[in-house]
C-alpha cells in the first residue's frame, strides 16, 4: 500500500500539513469555512518541534503491519482494511477508552473532544493523494509504495555520490 | 480536455496568447500561482504576525496549537493589524501617486515644466474657489500657483479637514465627525497606521480598524480625488469618446508601444510624441508603417479616457502583451508592473523601460523621467522603441485578432452633461423605476478568479436587472473587452436601463476612468444624494471588487464601504483568522457607517446580493421595487 | 510536620534499597498507618517501588522481637535489659581475657545508621579487635576496591538525577528497574531526551525493557564485553585523547592489553555478536555524556574487582568522568550500606578509610579517641569471620542486625560455624534465621523508630527524627550500644545520635562538614562536604582525581572464567539475584503480607527448552543441587534466561544453600552469581 | 483536566506498585499489572470510558454516566454484576455485592498508583495529551539519525 512517507530533512515546520489535514476532515472541507465549525475539525498529523536541534518533524500514522491499536481494541472500532492495507477506525463503534493511545508507538490517536472519540489518519479517502501531502511545501511528504521511496532515497544518495566524484576519479 | 488556457480565461485574445506561451514554454503569473499552491493557510486566514523578531507567531485556526503571539496578541489583533497594514499600503499608492501629479502641477505653474499646461481652466477656477481662492483680477499663473501650494499643504496637514471631504452629503460629514474618523492629514493617518501596527501599540481590533477607515478615507476623498482633479486640470477633464481596446490593437507593421502603470504624467507626453514627425520618419525608415501606442492597466485607462489611446489589456494581460512578440519597448512607471517582466522581455525584442525614481525592475533599461523635460525624455522613449523595431522576429510574432470598440470618457461632469446638465433625468429614472440603482464595479484582475469571468458576469447581471452600472480601473477594461461599453450593449440590459441608454446615446456600463478615478464615482454618488437631499448610505447603490488582488483596492474598499456603500468582495481578504473582524467588517459596519462588506465568489450570487442591497434601499426610500 | 484529620505526617527515608527514597508516615495515635508520597524530594520525586509502600508493615508488626531473650534448655527466656547486657559484657570480656581480642568478632549492619556502624566499630577497636565488618562485603566491596585504585574513591560519581543528562545510559549487571525502581525515572528521562540505553545482562530483565540494545552475555564474562568494547573504542580512535593525556596514567599498558581482546574473541567469550559489542562500544564512546551503571551482576564474582576496574576503565578511556551526566554508577545495596563502610565498619579501614595499619591513619584516631592503642593489622572479612567461626579460631560474635545465614554463600557451612561458636548475640528487630542460633537475642528498632544519620548510595546522607516508639522493650541499636559499652567499661561521651555525628565530622573527613542541624535542612548533604560553610559535592573528580597526583589509572585487567563452570555432573549455571517484590535475606519483605501474597515462595527460572528436555512444566517443583547443598523450588519457565542457565533470588532461605564460597583474591566478595548446579524433579 | 489513568507500556517496568499502593489507599487494589513473556508489562484499571459499556445493563442506574464522568453509587447496587461481563478490561470486579473499580482515589491530588510510578509510566491526564510525548520520542529519534555521528572522542565539553 501506498503510505505518507517522511523526509524530517525537509520540514520546515510550516504545519501547513496540520491545517490541510484538518481542513481535509472538516464538514465543509474549505478552509475559510472550516475555520468557523464547531467541532473544530481535528488534524491527524503532527509536526513535532525539537527545540535542541531546532528541527521539525513530521509524525504521522505509519499503518503498522500489525498494528498494536487494532490489536488492544475491545470494541473493533480500529482494524485493517482488508484490501487497503490501512488501519481505519469507525467512530460508531468506538468506546473512547484510549487503550488505543496508550499503545500506539507514534502517539497519532488523536481525540475529538466533542464526539468523545479517537481520531487517526485515514489517509483521505476519495483523494489521490492525502491532503498533508498535497500541502507540504517543500515534499517533506511523499506518498509512496515503501519500495518506491526507498527507490527515491537510492537515486538521492547516487547524486551525493556522484556530486563527491571529480572528473577523472576513475582513474 | 480543455486547455489549461480556457480555465485561466474567458477572453479568447488572452487564450490565444497563454496557449501561444504554453507552446513557447513561457512562464506566466497562472504558471506561477500553480506553484505557489497550497498557499500558506495562516498567511490566507491573516493568523501570521511579523511586526516584531519574537515572531513570526501563528495563531493556529483550529484552537489546538497558540492562541496568541509571543506578545500575547490574539488572532483578532493580529488579523486586523495586518488589514490596516494592507490599508496604510493601499492608501500610500494612491496619495503618493496624487503628490507627484500635484507636484507637477506647481512645476508647471512656477514655469518649471514647460511641457505642460492648462487644458481645463473650468476646472482650475472651480477647485480655486472651493479652496475659497478668490479669482478676482488675478492672473492663471497666480490662481494656479496658490491651488497648488493648498493642494499640496492637504499631504503634510496635521488638522483637518481635507477640503475635498466637504464634498460628501452633511449627514455623512457628520457621522465621520462623531465617529472621529475624519482624516486631518493624508501623510498622518498612513504615517499612523504604521505607528499603530507596530509591537505595543494599538492593540484593540475595532480601535485599529476605525482607523482603517480613517486612512482610507483620506484616500478616497483625499489622496485619490486630487489625483483625479489634478490630472483633469492638466490633461482635461475626459469627454465621451470612442476607441478599441484588447490585445488586437497592437499593430502587426507599427512600433507599438505599451504604456503600463498608473501615471498618465508620462504618458500623456508618450502620446504626443508618437505624432512627432521627425519620429514618425525615423519609424518609416526603419520598415516601420507608424507608431502605436497602446495602454495596459491605469495608465492605459487615463490615455484612453482623455485621448481615446487603444488600450492592450487589463493587469493580467500584462504579459500576453510581450508574448505577442510584437512589442517594441514596454514602457513603465508605478504599480501593479509585475517584476517578471523582466524575465519575460528578456525572451522578446522587447525592450522594458522603466522611467519612475521610485521603480525599477529587473532586466530594464532605465530611462528616468523627470517633469523639467518631460517631452524630450518621452522622445527619447519613443525613439528607442523605433530603433528597436528592425529587431522584431516576424516568426515570434502573432497578435490576436480580437479588439473591441468601446465608448468611454464618462467623467462625472460629462455624465451629468449627457443628463442634460443635472442629475435629475438619472433621479428620475431610479425613481421611477427603469434604473433599479447604480452599480459601482471595479478592481483588478486575480488570478484565483478565470480571468475577467467574474468582472463580466457580474456587469452583466447588473445591467441585465437594471442597474446602471458605473466602472474604473481593470474592471472597466474588461467590460471593454467584453464588449459592454458601447451603446448597442443596452440589448443586454433590462428593459428600463435599455430605455434610458437608448435615450441618452449612451452604454449601460459607464467608463468613469483609472482607479483613482473611482474618486469620480463618490462625487456622483454624493451629487445624487445631495440632490436627493439623504446620505449616500441611503442611495439604491452597491458596489463590487470581483477580481480584486492589490493592496489598494483594500483602501477603496475601506473608503467605498465608510462613504456608505455596501461593497461585495470577489477573492476572500486575508480576514477570516478572526471572526470578530470577520464579523465586523460582514455585519458590525452597518451599524457603524450605514454599509458593510459582502465576500462573494461568484459573480451571480454576488450581483444578486448587490440587487438585495439595493431594493432594500429603494423600499427605504419608499420607490417602488 | 504536616497533619491532615487527626493524622500526623512524618517525613522519613526508605529503609529498604540504597536510593535513600523520601516519604511522609502517615500516623495515629503513635502507629503507622500509612503513606503520603514526597514529590519534592530530589530522588524519587514522590514515587515509591512496591517494597517503599509496604515499608510500614515492618513497624508494629506482630513479629516484632520486644524483650531480650536468652537461650535455655527449654526454649528462650525472657530478660531485662539489665541482666542481658551484664551477661553480653561478661560473655565477651571473658573470651577477650582468654583469647585475645581476636576471638572477638562483630558484624554491624548496613541497615544502621552511621552513628550506630561508628559506634559499632569503635567498640569492637577499642576493645582491640579489627574483627569488625558489615555486609558490603557481599555486595560492593569489589567497588571499594575497584573504584579506590582506579579514580581513587570507592563510590558513585554522580548523584542519580544526573543520569537523566547523559545521552549515553550503559547498563551492565544491574536490573535496576526491579531493584532500585526509581531509577528508571531518570533513565527514561535521559530517553525522553533521546538517550541510547545499553543494557548488557545475561537474562532479559524489565530493565532490558528500557533498553534500546540488549547484550545478553554468558553470566560472569564481563571482562571480556568490557575489554572487546575498548578494543573497538581504541581501534576506531573513539577514544578521548585529550582526557587519556592530561588525566589518566597507564595508557599504554591498557592499549597494549586490549590487543588482544578484539570484538570477535569477545563475542566468543560472552556469546554475543561482534556487531553488537562495536554498536554499544561506538554509542558509548560518542555519546556527549555517558553514564556506566552496574551492580552487583559485576561486583558479586571472583573477578568482581577486575569487572569493576574494567567499568572505570572504559570510562576513563572515553572521558565519561567527572562531567554532569558523565559518571560511573555503582547501584548500591543496602539503605546505609555505603555509611556502614564510610564509618569504617570494615576490617580493613578505620572511618573514613583510613588503611588498618597504616600509622598516620590510627595516628589521628588515637587522638581523636584518646586512646593510645589500636589494632596494627586488618581485622577477619565478613566471609572470613564465618570460616574462622567454622574453624574454631573465634569465641565470640557479636552481630547487629544481619542475617548472615541467609545472606551469606553457602549457607549450611554458615550454620555449622555459628554453632561452633561459644558465644553469639545477635541484635535484631525479627527473630531472623541467624538469631535462632544465637545465645542471647536483643530487641532493636526500626528506622522510623529511632533518630539518626543513613548514607545513600549516591552519597547523599540524610538525618531521620524518631518517628514512633519501638515496640515492647525493643531499644534503638544506638542506646543499646552505649550501655554495652558502659558494661565494657569504654565509658563512651554521647548520650545521642547527635553528638556521635559531632565526633563523626572530626573522624571522617568528607563528613567534617555535617552536623545534624545542616543534613535536617533539605534533602541532606552529598559527601565529600569537609566543613561546615561546604554545599556538598554532588559530581565527583570534576577537574582532577582523589589520587595523590590528582590522575586517574587505567589498569588492563584479563578476563577469568568463573570458579565454577558446569560440568557433567552440575551441567547447569546457577546464578542468583532479587525479584521487585522482596528483599535481601527478607527477613523485612517476607513479613509484609501484601508482598509476600504476590511472591509467596521460592522459584527457579529455567528456559524452557531445558525444562521440555527434562519434562519439567510450569510450577513443578524442583530438586535443585550443587557441590555445597540442595534445595527445592519451584519452576518457572521463561526465555528471560538462556538455555543451560538457572536463575533463583535469594530472598528466601534455599538459595544461598547452594551458592559458592570462592572469594574474590581482591575484595573477598564471594561469588554469588555464578554455581553450577543441577536439578531433577521432586 | 485529567480524566483518568493511562500507562505508557514503553515506561512500565512491572513493578506493581501500583498494586501495592492502590490496596493500601482502598483496601482492595483496583489496578493490575499483567507481566507478558517476562517483559512488558501493563497495568489495567479502569478505562473511564466516554461511552462506558458497564453502565448499559446496569438495572438499578447504580453505574451511570454523565458526560464521559462515570459516577457509582453502591446504594442502589443490587450486585448482579452485569457490569463485570459487560466491561471489556474486567476491570469493575465485584467483590461482596459491591463493585470495585477505579474511582481516581477522590480527595487526592492524583490517584495513588499514579504517584508512586517509580518510572512514570502511569499518567493521570487528558487523553488527547497521550500521544505527545510518544511523539516527541520518535521525532527525536527519526531527527537523531539524520545527524552525523560526532567527530571520534571529541565532544562539547
Not at chain 3, 115 to 134: C, H, M
Not at chain 3, 506 to 524: D, H, I, N, Q
Not at chain 3, 538 to 548: A, D, Q
Not at chain 3, 601 to 628: C, Q
Request: glycine fraction near 10%; include cysteine.
Amino acid at each position: 500500500m501506498k503510505e505518507v512517507m517522511v523526509r524530517p530533512e525537509r520540514c520546515m515546520g510550516c504545519r501547513s500539513c496540520e491545517i490541510a489535514c484538518a481542513v481535509e476532515h472538516s464538514e465543509s472541507k474549505s478552509l475559510f469555512a472550516a475555520v468557523g465549525e464547531s467541532p473544530s475539525p481535528r488534524k491527524r498529523i503532527y509536526i513535532e518541534y525539537i527545540p535542541e536541534h531546532a528541527a521539525s518533524v513530521p509524525v504521522t500514522c505509519r499503518h503498522c503491519e500489525d498494528a498494536p491499536c487494532t490489536t488492544v481494541c475491545p470494541t473493533g472500532a480500529l482494524s485493517r482494511e482488508e484490501i487497503s492495507r490501512k488501519v481505519v477506525h469507525s467512530p460508531e463503534l468506538c468506546i473512547g477508552c484510549w487503550t488505543c493511545s496508550m499503545v500506539c508507538n507514534y502517539g497519532v490517536i488523536g481525540r475529538q473532544k466533542e464526539a468523545r472519540v479517537a481520531v487517526k489518519c485515514d489517509l483521505c479517502p476519495g483523494r489521490e493523494v492525502p491532503a498533508c501531502v498535497e500541502a507540504c511545501p517543500t515534499n517533506a511528504l511523499v506518498y509512496a509504495e515503501v519500495k518506491d521511496f526507498s527507490g527515491i532515497k537510492r537515486a538521492e544518495a547516487a547524486l551525493k555520490l556522484a556530486r563527491g566524484m571529480k572528473p577523472g576519479s576513475a582513474l | 480536455m480543455k486547455p489549461k488556457a480556457y480555465e485561466r480565461s474567458i477572453d479568447p485574445a488572452t487564450r490565444a496568447m497563454l496557449l501561444k506561451a504554453e507552446k513557447e514554454g513561457i512562464e506566466t503569473a497562472w504558471d506561477r500561482y500553480e506553484k505557489q499552491l497550497p498557499q500558506c493557510s495562516f498567511g490566507q486566514l491573516g493568523v501570521c504576525c511579523r511586526n516584531c523578531n519574537m515572531g513570526p507567531c501563528r495563531i493556529d485556526p483550529f484552537g489546538e496549537g497558540a492562541d496568541k503571539g509571543v506578545c500575547g496578541a490574539t488572532a483578532d489583533i493580529i488579523v486586523a493589524r495586518n488589514l490596516l497594514r494592507m490599508i496604510a499600503a493601499g492608501a500610500a499608492a494612491h496619495s503618493d501617486h496624487a503628490r507627484d501629479a500635484v507636484l507637477t502641477f506647481k512645476k508647471m505653474s512656477g514655469g518649471e515644466a514647460g511641457s505642460y499646461g492648462i487644458k481645463d481652466e473650468a476646472k482650475l477656477f472651480s477647485l480655486a474657489a472651493e479652496y475659497g481662492i478668490s479669482a478676482e483680477d488675478r492672473s492663471k499663473e497666480e490662481i494656479t500657483a496658490e491651488l497648488a501650494s493648498a493642494l499640496l499643504a492637504e499631504f503634510g496637514k496635521q488638522e483637518g479637514p481635507i477640503q475635498y471631504t466637504r464634498r460628501a452629503p452633511e449627514t455623512r460629514l457628520r457621522l465621520w465627525a462623531e465617529l472621529g474618523i475624519e482624516p486631518r492629514g493624508i501623510d498622518r493617518e498612513i504615517v499612523e497606521c504604521m505607528h499603530r501596527t507596530h509591537m505595543g501599540v494599538d492593540n484593540d481590533a475595532t480601535h485599529i480598524l476605525l482607523h482603517g477607515l480613517r486612512t482610507s478615507l483620506s484616500d478616497g476623498w483625499g489622496g485619490s480625488m486630487i489625483a483625479t482633479e489634478v490630472q483633469d486640470v492638466l490633461f482635461g477633464t475626459p469627454e465621451p469618446r470612442k476607441a478599441t481596446v484588447n490585445l488586437g490593437v497592437l499593430s502587426e507593421d507599427k512600433v507599438n508601444v505599451i504604456i503600463h502603470g498608473h501615471e498618465p504624467i508620462l504618458s500623456e507626453m508618450i502620446v504626443e510624441a508618437a505624432e512627432d514627425p521627425t519620429l514618425l520618419k525615423l519609424a518609416k525608415e526603419k520598415g516601420a508603417k507608424g507608431i502605436n501606442v497602446a495602454g495596459i492597466c491605469c495608465t492605459g485607462n487615463e490615455t484612453l479616457m482623455r485621448h481615446g489611446t487603444p488600450i492592450a489589456g487589463t493587469f493580467l494581460q500584462q504579459e500576453l502583451a510581450v508574448i505577442t512578440g510584437a512589442v517594441e519597448a514596454m514602457v513603465v512607471d508605478v504599480q501593479c508592473v509585475m517584476p517578471a517582466l523582466g524575465s519575460l522581455t528578456g525572451c522578446y525584442h522587447t525592450k522594458f523601460i522603466s522611467t519612475s525614481p521610485k521603480a525599477d525592475f529587473p532586466g530594464t533599461n532605465r530611462i528616468e523621467f523627470h517633469e523639467e523635460k518631460a517631452y524630450e525624455t518621452a522622445k527619447e522613449i519613443v525613439r528607442t522603441a523605433v530603433e528597436n523595431f528592425p529587431n522584431r522576429s516576424p516568426e515570434k510574432v502573432s497578435i490576436p485578432d480580437e479588439k473591441q470598440e468601446c465608448m468611454v470618457g464618462f467623467s462625472a461632469e460629462a455624465i451629468l452633461k449627457a443628463l442634460g446638465g443635472t442629475p435629475t433625468p438619472l433621479i428620475d429614472a431610479i425613481a421611477g423605476g427603469s434604473v433599479k440603482g447604480i452599480g459601482a464595479v471595479v478592481g483588478c484582475n486575480n488570478v484565483k478568479v478565470q480571468h475577467n469571468y467574474g468582472h463580466v458576469n457580474l456587469v452583466k447581471e447588473l445591467i441585465k436587472n437594471n442597474v446602471l452600472v458605473v466602472t474604473t480601473g481593470c474592471n472597466a477594461i474588461a467590460c471593454a473587452e467584453a464588449g459592454l461599453l458601447v451603446p448597442e450593449a443596452a440589448s443586454m440590459a433590462g428593459e428600463g436601463l435599455k430605455g434610458v441608454c437608448e435615450a441618452l446615446g449612451i452604454p449601460p456600463v459607464l467608463h468613469m476612468g483609472s482607479c483613482v478615478d473611482i474618486s469620480r464615482i463618490l462625487v456622483l454618488a454624493s451629487a445624487i444624494a445631495k440632490a436627493l437631499g439623504v446620505d449616500i448610505s441611503d442611495l439604491p447603490a452597491a458596489g463590487a471588487a470581483p477580481e480584486w488582488m492589490s493592496e489598494k483596492a483594500v483602501s477603496i474598499g475601506a473608503y467605498v464601504v465608510s462613504s456608505g456603500v455596501y461593497t461585495v468582495l470577489g477573492t476572500v481578504p486575508p480576514v477570516l483568522g478572526s471572526a470578530a473582524v470577520a464579523d465586523l467588517l460582514t455585519r458590525g459596519l452597518d451599524g457603524v457607517v450605514g454599509a458593510s462588506f459582502a465576500v462573494e465568489p461568484d459573480p451571480f450570487k454576488a450581483a444578486s446580493l448587490m440587487l438585495a442591497r439595493i431594493e432594500e434601499k429603494r423600499k427605504a426610500l419608499g420607490l417602488k421595487a | 510536620m504536616k497533619t491532615t484529620e487527626k493524622r500526623t505526617l512524618h517525613p522519613t527515608i526508605c529503609p529498604y534499597c540504597s536510593l535513600g527514597c523520601g516519604f511522609f508516615l502517615e500516623l495515629e495515635e503513635g502507629k503507622a498507618v500509612g503513606i503520603r508520597y514526597m514529590p519534592e524530594h530530589p530522588v524519587n520525586e514522590g514515587s515509591l517501588c512496591p517494597k517503599g509502600n509496604a515499608a510500614p508493615d515492618i513497624l508494629n508488626h506482630p513479629d516484632r522481637l520486644k524483650y531480650p531473650l536468652l537461650k535455655t534448655e527449654n526454649g528462650w527466656k525472657q530478660l531485662e535489659w539489665e541482666e542481658a547486657l551484664s551477661l553480653a559484657a561478661e560473655k565477651l570480656g571473658t573470651a577477650r581475657k582468654e583469647n585475645g581480642p581476636n576471638s572477638l568478632a562483630f558484624l554491624g549492619s548496613a541497615k544502621c545508621s552511621n552513628e550506630e556502624n561508628y559506634l559499632f566499630q569503635k567498640i569492637a577497636r577499642l576493645l582491640g579487635t579489627s574483627n569488625v565488618d558489615n555486609c558490603a562485603r557481599l555486595c560492593h566491596a569489589s567497588t571499594l576496591i575497584g573504584l579506590g585504585k582506579t579514580l581513587g574513591a570507592g563510590a558513585m560519581t554522580n548523584p542519580l538525577a544526573d543520569l537523566s543528562n547523559s545521552d549515553c545510559v550503559f547498563v551492565i549487571g544491574s536490573n535496576f528497574a526491579e531493584n532500585h525502581p526509581a531509577v528508571a525515572r531518570q533513565v527514561l528521562r535521559a530517553k525522553d531526551k533521546g538517550a541510547f540505553v545499553i543494557v548488557a545482562d545475561p537474562r532479559l530483565t524489565p530493565t532490558s525493557w528500557l533498553a534500546d540494545l540488549t547484550l545478553r552475555l554468558k553470566p560472569g564474562t564481563d571482562v571480556a564485553l568490557l575489554n572487546g568494547m575498548m578494543h573497538v573504542i581504541v581501534n576506531e580512535g573513539l577514544l578521548d585523547r585529550n582526557f587519556v593525556r592530561e588525566k589518566t596514567e597507564g595508557f599504554p599498558g591498557l592499549e597494549q592489553a586490549l590487543q588482544r581482546c578484539c570484538p570477535e574473541t569477545a563475542s566468543r567469550i560472552t556469546g554475543i555478536p561482534p556487531s553488537e559489542i562495536i554498536k554499544a562500544a561506538r554509542a558509548y564512546a560518542r555519546a556527549g555524556a555517558a553514564s556506566i551503571v552496574y551492580s552487583m551482576g559485576i561486583t558479586q564474582h571472583i573477578s568482581g574487582t577486575d569487572n569493576v576496574t574494567a567499568c572505570a576503565d572504559l570510562a576513563l578511556l572515553c572521558g565519561q568522568v567527572g562531567r554532569k551526566g558523565a559518571g560511573v554508577l555503582p547501584l548500591r545495596g543496602q539503605n546505609n550500606v555505603q555509611g556502614a563502610c564510610d564509618m569504617g565498619a570494615l576490617a580493613e579501614f578505620f572511618p573514613g578509610y583510613g588503611k588498618v595499619g597504616d600509622a598516620e591513619a590510627a595516628g589521628r584516631l588515637k587522638t581523636l579517641w584518646k586512646t593510645d592503642k589500636l589494632p596494627e593489622k586488618p581485622g577477619l572479612t565478613a566471609t572470613e569471620i564465618a570460616e574462622a567461626a567454622g574453624k574454631g579460631k573465634l569465641k565470640a560474635l557479636y552481630v547487629m542486625g544481619e542475617d548472615l545465614v541467609n545472606s551469606h554463600a553457602d549457607s549450611s557451612r554458615v550454620r555449622e560455624a555459628l554453632e561452633s561458636l561459644d558465644f553469639l548475640v545477635v541484635q535484631d528487630i525479627f527473630m531472623t534465621d541467624t538469631a535462632e542460633y544465637a545465645d542471647l537475642v536483643l530487641p532493636a528498632a526500626a528506622w522510623a523508630e529511632k533518630e539518626g544519620s543513613f548514607t545513600s548510595t549516591e552519597r547523599r546522607v540524610q538525618w531521620t527524627d524518631r518517628a514512633l516508639s519501638p515496640p515492647g522493650e525493643a531499644k534503638p541499636d544506638i542506646e543499646i550500644l552505649l550501655l554495652l559499652a558502659e558494661k565494657l567499661g569504654l565509658g563512651l561521651p554521647y548520650r545521642t545520635a547527635g553528638d556521635v555525628l559531632a565526633e563523626i565530622s572530626g573522624a571522617v573527613p568528607s563528613y567534617g562538614g555535617m552536623t545534624k542541624e545542616r543534613l535536617k535542612k533539605g534533602f541532606g548533604l552529598i559527601w565529600p562536604c569537609p566543613d561546615s560553610s561546604h554545599p556538598g559535592t554532588p559530581v565527583l573528580h570534576v577537574g582532577r582525581f582523589k589520587t595523590p597526583d590528582g590522575k586517574a589509572r587505567l589498569i588492563p585487567v584479563e578476563y577469568q572464567s568463573p570458579a565454577e563452570i558446569p560440568d557433567p555432573d552440575y551441567p547447569f549455571l546457577l546464578t542468583t539475584g532479587r525479584v521487585v517484590l522482596h528483599y535481601n535475606a527478607g527477613s523485612m519483605s517476607r513479613r509484609s503480607k501484601a508482598l509476600l501474597e504476590k511472591e509467596p515462595g521460592l522459584f527457579v527460572e529455567i528456559h524452557p527448552s531445558d525444562a521440555k528436555a527434562m519434562e519439567i512444566g510450569e510450577g513443578n517443583r524442583l530438586v535443585l543441587e550443587t557441590r555445597r547443598g540442595k534445595t527445592e523450588a519451584t519452576a518457572r519457565l521463561t526465555g528471560k534466561i538462556g538455555p543451560g542457565v538457572l536463575f533463583m533470588p535469594f530472598h528466601f532461605p534455599g538459595t544461598n544453600v547452594l551458592t559458592g564460597d570462592a572469594l574474590d583474591r581482591e575484595a573477598k566478595i564471594p561469588e554469588f552469581k555464578v554455581s553450577a548446579c543441577r536439578i531433577r524433579r521432586e | 483536566m485529567p480524566e483518568a489513568v493511562y500507562a505508557d507500556l514503553s515506561r512500565c517496568i512491572g513493578c506493581r506498585a501500583c498494586e501495592l499502593a492502590c490496596e493500601r489507599e482502598n483496601k482492595s487494589s483496583r489496578i493490575s499489572v499483567k507481566v507478558l513473556s517476562g517483559l512488558a508489562a501493563a497495568p489495567v484499571s479502569c478505562r473511564q470510558c466516554e461511552i462506558p459499556l458497564c453502565t448499559a445493563p446496569c438495572p438499578k442506574g447504580a453505574l451511570s454516566c454523565e458526560n464521559g464522568k462515570l459516577e457509582y453509587e453502591a446504594e442502589n447496587c443490587t450486585g448482579c454484576g452485569l457490569c463485570t461481563l459487560a466491561c471489556p478490561f474486567g476491570t469493575a470486579v465485584l467483590r461482596a455485592g459491591i463493585i470495585e473499580r477505579c474511582n481516581l482515589c477522590p480527595g487526592m491530588e492524583t490517584p495513588a498508583c499514579v504517584a508512586t510510578c517509580p518510572a512514570g509510566a502511569l499518567i493521570y491526564t487528558e487523553p488527547g495529551s497521550l500521544g505527545e510525548n510518544i511523539r516527541q520520542r520518535r521525532a527525536k529519534r527519526m531527527n537523531r539519525a539524520l545527524e552525523p555521528p560526532a567527530p571520534a572522542g571529541r565532544r562539547a565539553e
